[in-house]
């Protein structure tokens, strides 16, 4: 069984930067595309950023050059750097496959607040 568990998340004032991690165990393809999504307080989930196995990388416009998403195939790992943040990117933020074909894991709390 294939299981996503989210770490990194916090409190940080505007400006400020965390680092998201997310480790995936089981059977998932390192061919997958992977992405990272956030729920806001009353709002639809939506996709962040992805990247696929070789490394191509998209991102909402939303987040377009201040967060990267990277992965590590050998480690099983996605990270989503997460620079000038905004109270706006507050939100639940979740990794899955491009296309949400796995079990959702916990997320991680995000909180941009001063």
């Known amino acids: 069984q294939v299981q996503l568990v989210e770490s990194g998340g916090g409190l940080v004032q505007p400006g400020g930067s965390l680092r998201l991690s997310c480790a995936f165990s089981?059977?998932?393809?390192?061919?997958?595309?992977m992405a990272w999504y956030r729920q806001g307080p009353g709002k639809e989930r939506e996709s962040v950023a992805a990247i696929t196995s070789r490394g191509f990388t998209v991102y909402a416009d939303s987040v377009k050059g201040r967060f990267t998403i990277s992965r590590d195939n050998a480690k099983n790992t996605v990270d989503l750097q997460m620079n000038s943040l905004k109270p706006e990117d507050t939100a639940v933020y979740l990794c899955n496959t491009v296309g949400a074909t796995i079990d959702w894991g916990q997320g991680t709390q995000v909180t941009v607040s001063s």
């Open positions: 089981g059977n998932i393809l390192r061919t997958n595309a």
